[in-house]
């Protein structure tokens, strides 16, 4: 094969680098404290976790732009991807503990989910809405207005900030936040703050009942299942489970449905690699395998890469199409090697060219400018002198459709940079889209003539995608030349895209979707069933007929409204029982059911296990009244010796009813009138029974029983899990605990030997039931350790200025194996001063210390030292935020004030605002310090979403969202 040169694919993979790179705003052994089901494929432990909580985007009401997962294996933030540390910093989560983040991004505004899985202690943050029914916490802390829910698992909570809202639990967490991600326009645009806390509390249950396998999940779909198997050994993976929304949609070959990525090195190491490095795919063709010819493959891999793809190795089985690609490092861009330019880019109609204006900045010499028109380098007939300076222009001769570019490019240090480029002409072009009729009409409606050749018209629908309108796209344009686009239904999207090699593909002049309008249906405690319309435009409201089992309902939107607009409701109030809720939409020919929900109980239920009487009470805590004769109380899916009816003829508010359950089993309520089992609460009885003490030097880990009830040792599982080994070791499916005991009773041991220090002993709870088996991780302790101490510093947050460090790790340890070091001296005062063994909890004061102080802690039992815990004391530092958008509503300037507070090193100082910048932004290179006042501002040309001030690349300063939705 040809093999691509590196000028050529500069720009190829620009978008793909954003996505795994850049600011999206992103396991070892996790310990997942009370998980009903595992993902039902093949997947390894980090990433089979943090896969739990992403429900499928059905289950949202949206669709996914993209979902990356990463793992994680870092010491310090500085080993972090930006992303990784976003989400560490988000979820309070510690670098150590942090193992494995999963990224969801809607193709359209709305709620981003980001889920971290790991080692660490349930996240808590801001206020309490809602706990899992049954966590044998307590509870006691919490306020009495605080819901207790079936749409989370036992022992996880749902909390909301003013920016986010969170369902976390101990070493799986879930953060819905607004996202500005949209690359549609929408008619308009009426989501208010309370609109948008709504719509993440929903998002965040919605993945918790995903946790609990209550609603469809995203590595079960067919992408996930097909892909997920093959690539979750990989460092990175990303999944675009539709091209007409993913990463590089207007790129994707004809006939491509779906696809997925693994990489070997981490995108943002790939600058370091040194030699090849080895990615793989996993593509799912619209049609048959053999309608995708390996040229095509290649393309695609070649687009969507982020390194040079130098071999490909294609096969197709199973209806999907594999590729095995060699790559080597990728060029790089890098605003800070190249010339500070500013250049702005000017169409001009009438004389059909596009004028590069160079209007201040340093000189650019011509040799390192790179000209593109269409495609092809044009530099040599356009570029003129020796350089580019303040005042000079260039002048590229266009016509009226066109897309250009000019860079900036070094290729002995294999480095870019981007200067201007410039797609032309979207207002030349008029779409008429007729529902009923099923057509889309785009018209040429410019004064003169143009070239479309390279131009292609793309439709994409349920039968895949195909290239159409070719008599309107091969030659010249005519004014009032017009192509209609036929069977263009609700979902369907049309674009007009410039088909042009890299680096100038992946542009288009016209994106259409046809889209049913939003309406989502929910039963709430309080009000009952609800229907809420939330649509982009304006519609009749006797458009929309809303159906309770197939007859249309006593209300209708129709009674009190003309016209929906956006966040109208409709109140339902009660409905029976397993009663099906469904909104037919009348403007199509045909209605269509555009959403439908089945009623099932609001009710919800706390179990509370008693250690010491080795039985549950279950308390009815919300909603409304049931038959105990419909309620089944389940311990390891049998039903419970104790039943509801046993001691109730009906489970309502204050009521609770007690039963004996053994203990380390996993305890369910569930209603069983409808036409499947519905979670009421659960819990899984003495979760913490299991503690672990590791030996260094004879490579042994201790594993003890610390219940207070007898247990059946048959019930635990005991594995180990190596660093490559994502599988681990478990000896025959067979209870080292019960090899060695009859009877579990408090102190009772069982020794793992041969645990290397990157070992991790995994205990679980295994339940077999008719269907199938269940093992639920109760403990997860790594032979080194990975978590470590959590700094307190004194900052913002806290109630003084002395730092403190508090043991946080999961396994008991030598306090004398620890030293804390400060600036890389010892600190007065160690671990070892006040104890001999660490079991999580102990605090260590070292007095106040300044800002920029090193904290590190070492751990010297193994064969070498080994960083545990690293913190630089941040500084203190206020900002301000102005957005000014742009007159013409595309984009504009955000400009960030230091405000107040310490003076920084202006060279570890970086902006972002997501998602239109490319990565970090240095605040201002030839500035020496940003104090009070300075000021530094970003130019964009997309909507914001977030404005976010990061010190030393890794602690964020400030963060303020941006999006005006919201």
Do not use: C
């Not at 590595?219 to 929304?245: C, N, W, Y």
């Not at 129709?558 to 016209?563: N, W």
């Not at 913002?796 to 396994?811: A, C, K």
């Amino acid at each position: 094969m040809v093999r691509p040169s590196r000028r050529r694919f500069l720009g190829g993979s620009a978008l793909t680098l954003a996505a795994l790179t850049g600011v999206l705003a992103p396991e070892t052994g996790a310990r997942v404290t009370d998980r009903p089901s595992d993902l039902d494929i093949d997947i390894s432990p980090p990433f089979a976790d943090a896969f739990l909580p992403v429900p499928a985007n059905d289950a949202l009401s949206t669709t996914y732009a993209m979902v990356i997962a990463e793992r994680v294996d870092a010491d310090t933030e500085e080993d972090l991807s930006y992303r990784a540390r976003s989400v560490s910093e988000r979820l309070d989560i510690d670098v150590d503990e942090l193992a494995a983040t999963v990224t969801t991004t809607p193709s359209e505004r709305g709620v981003q989910l980001v889920t971290a899985a790991g080692g660490f202690d349930r996240p808590d943050h801001g206020e309490t809405i809602a706990v899992g029914e049954g966590g044998d916490e307590s509870t006691d802390d919490l306020p009495d207005e605080v819901e207790t829910t079936d749409d989370l698992p036992a022992g996880w909570r749902l909390t909301e900030t003013d920016e986010a809202a969170f369902v976390t639990s101990e070493g799986v967490a879930a953060a819905a936040t607004a996202s500005g991600y949209s690359p549609h326009p929408r008619g308009r645009s009426d989501s208010s703050a309370d609109d948008m806390s709504e719509r993440r509390l929903e998002a965040a249950r919605v993945a918790g009942r995903a946790a609990a396998d209550e609603v469809n999940r995203f590595a079960e779909t067919s992408l996930g299942t097909a892909a997920l198997p093959r690539l979750g050994g990989f460092e990175t993976v990303l999944l675009a489970p539709d091209v007409d929304e993913g990463p590089s949609p207007l790129s994707i070959p004809d006939d491509v449905d779906a696809f997925a990525a693994g990489f070997e090195t981490a995108p943002n190491d790939l600058r370091d690699i040194e030699g090849t490095a080895e990615n793989a795919y996993v593509i799912r063709p619209a049609g048959d395998t053999d309608d995708l010819d390996d040229e095509t493959v290649e393309r695609l891999v070649r687009t969507i890469d982020p390194a040079v793809p130098i071999e490909t190795d294609i096969t197709r089985t199973d209806g999907v199409i594999l590729v095995d690609a060699v790559v080597e490092a990728p060029p790089e861009r890098d605003r800070e090697a190249s010339p500070d330019a500013r250049v702005r880019s000017q169409f001009d109609r009438a004389a059909g060219t596009v004028t590069f204006e160079h209007v201040e900045g340093e000189a650019v010499p011509a040799d390192e400018l790179e000209v593109w028109h269409d495609g092809e380098e044009v530099s040599e007939t356009v570029l003129d002198g020796e350089k580019f300076t303040a005042g000079d222009e260039i002048t590229i001769e266009t016509g009226l459709i066109a897309t250009v570019m000019l860079r900036w490019f070094d290729p002995d240090a294999n480095v870019y940079d981007t200067y201007a480029r410039e797609q032309v002409d979207r207002e030349a072009f008029d779409v008429e889209y007729d529902m009923n009729a099923e057509t889309l009409e785009l018209s040429y409606e410019a004064e003169r003539s143009a070239d479309a050749s390279n131009l292609r018209l793309i439709h994409r629908g349920e039968g895949g995608v195909q290239t159409v309108g070719e008599e309107f796209t091969d030659g010249t344009l005519e004014p009032g030349d017009t192509v209609t686009v036929t069977d263009v239904s609700i979902g369907d999207s049309v674009q007009l895209t410039f088909d042009v090699e890299e680096p100038m593909g992946g542009s288009s002049l016209i994106h259409y979707r046809a889209r049913p309008p939003h309406v989502w249906i929910h039963s709430h405690a309080e009000d009952g069933t609800t229907v809420r319309y939330d649509g982009e435009e304006s519609r009749p409201a006797d458009a929309f007929v809303t159906l309770v089992d197939g007859e249309p309902a006593d209300t209708q939107f129709a009674d009190d409204h003309d016209t929906l607009s956006g966040d109208e409701q409709l109140v339902l109030g009660d409905l029976p029982l397993g009663s099906m809720v469904a909104v037919e939409w009348h403007e199509p020919d045909e209605p269509v059911i555009i959403a439908e929900h089945e009623v099932v109980p609001n009710t919800h239920a706390s179990i509370e296990y008693d250690p010491d009487a080795g039985e549950v009470t279950v308390q009815h805590r919300g909603g409304r009244a049931l038959p105990a004769s419909e309620l089944e109380l389940q311990a390891g899916r049998t039903p419970a010796d104790v039943q509801p009816a046993d001691k109730l003829d009906e489970f309502g508010p204050d009521d609770s009813f007690t039963a004996p359950v053994p203990p380390l089993s996993r305890v369910r309520l569930v209603w069983t009138g409808g036409d499947r089992e519905h979670h009421i609460g659960g819990t899984t009885t003495a979760r913490d029974a299991v503690a672990a003490t590791y030996d260094a030097d004879s490579e042994a880990m201790t594993i003890e029983y610390v219940g207070e009830q007898p247990a059946d040792p048959e019930r635990l599982r005991v594995s180990v899990n190596n660093t490559g080994d994502f599988r681990g070791r478990e000896d025959d499916q067979e209870s080292a605990f019960a090899a060695e005991h009859d009877e579990l009773t408090t102190g009772d041991t069982i020794t793992v030997d041969d645990v290397g220090l990157d070992d991790t002993v995994v205990v679980s709870v295994h339940t077999e039931f008719e269907n199938g088996a269940a093992t639920s991780s109760v403990g997860h302790f790594s032979a080194a350790p990975r978590r470590g101490f959590i700094v307190d510093d004194g900052g913002r947050d806290s109630d003084g200025s002395e730092t403190t460090l508090r043991y946080v790790g999961e396994v008991r340890r030598n306090a004398a194996a620890f030293q804390v070091l400060i600036d890389g001296a010892p600190a007065d005062d160690q671990p070892a001063d006040d104890t001999d063994q660490l079991t999580g909890g102990e605090t260590l004061s070292l007095g106040e210390l300044s800002t920029g102080t090193t904290i590190t802690v070492e751990w010297t039992a193994g064969d070498e030292t080994r960083t545990v815990t690293e913190h630089v004391i941040p500084p203190e530092a206020t900002f301000e935020i102005l957005y000014e958008p742009a007159a013409d509503g595309d984009g504009g300037v955000v400009t960030f004030t230091h405000a107040g507070g310490d003076a920084l090193d202006a060279d570890r100082v970086d902006v972002v605002v997501e998602p239109a910048t490319d990565g970090l932004r240095s605040w201002d290179s030839d500035a020496d310090e940003v104090t009070a006042g300075d000021e530094t501002s970003v130019t964009i040309d997309s909507e914001p979403g977030m404005a976010i001030v990061v010190f030393n690349e890794s602690e964020v300063l400030h963060r303020e969202p941006l999006n005006q939705d919201s």
